[in-house]
T-cell receptor, first 113, second 110 residues
């Protein structure tokens, strides 16, 4: 069974630009969560989508947004990039209501210059 | 702000020894306490998880001990191996929304 796929794996942007990251969950998984990982703040929850609806949201500014499509694939968007947005963005998928089935993808490493 | 305090930040253990990582949580509403293992360049991988109605859970060389009254839980890695060298994260969660500890970088010396 294929794991969680994230594209692109690496990305370089400049301040003020916007970026879109993509996540394809494991087949059959309908819940997709996004996390930001930085050396200073660690792993922080961004948001969770289930059946195309945002179910939970972390404490991030409105520049961070996401969506989920009918095939459970998800995208997250960061607008007006800041230097502090440089991070590893991780996507995790799981079966509905089964936390122990949550699997993380390899992440997208974003560098903002 | 971090609501799960994890210690130590780094740990060096000899091969065959026991690695112990501790976490303290604040939010008693959460009902799911997993441990994740992360290797460089990879996403975190679920290692073992426990719910607060159980005081201990063992899977192979990995054991979680859970102390509900003290609001603490710990990971014990028995017979630690060099391949266990990685960063370990504890977390607390409700549903799929996890709050992670700061991580412990474990190095197991051959």
């Amino acid at each position: 069974k294929a794991g969680v796929t994230q594209t692109p794996r690496y990305l370089i942007k400049t301040r003020g630009q916007q970026v879109t990251l993509s996540c394809s969950p494991i087949s059959g998984h309908r819940s997709v969560s996004w996390y930001q990982q930085t050396p200073g703040q660690g792993l922080q929850f961004l948001f969770e989508y289930f059946s195309e609806t945002q179910r939970n949201k972390g404490n991030f500014p409105g520049r961070f947004s996401g969506r989920q499509f009918s095939n459970s694939r998800s995208e997250m968007n960061v607008s007006t990039l800041e230097l502090g947005d440089s991070a590893l963005y991780l996507c995790a998928s799981s079966l509905a209501g089964q936390q122990e089935t949550q699997y993380f993808g390899p992440g997208t490493r974003l560098l903002v210059l | 702000q971090q609501q799960v305090k994890q210690s130590p930040q780094s740990l060096i253990v000899q091969k065959g020894g026991i690695s112990i990582i501790n976490c303290a949580y604040e939010n008693t509403a959460f009902d799911y306490f997993p441990w994740y293992q992360q290797f460089p360049g990879k996403g975190p991988a679920l290692l073992i998880a426990i719910r607060p109605d159980v005081s201990e859970k063992k899977e192979g060389r990995f054991t979680i001990s859970f102390n509900k009254s003290a609001k603490q839980f710990s990971l014990h890695i028995m017979d630690s191996q060099p391949g266990d060298s990685a960063t370990y994260f504890c977390a607390e969660g409700a549903g799929n929304m996890l709050t992670f500890g700061g991580g412990t970088r474990l190095m197991v010396k051959p």
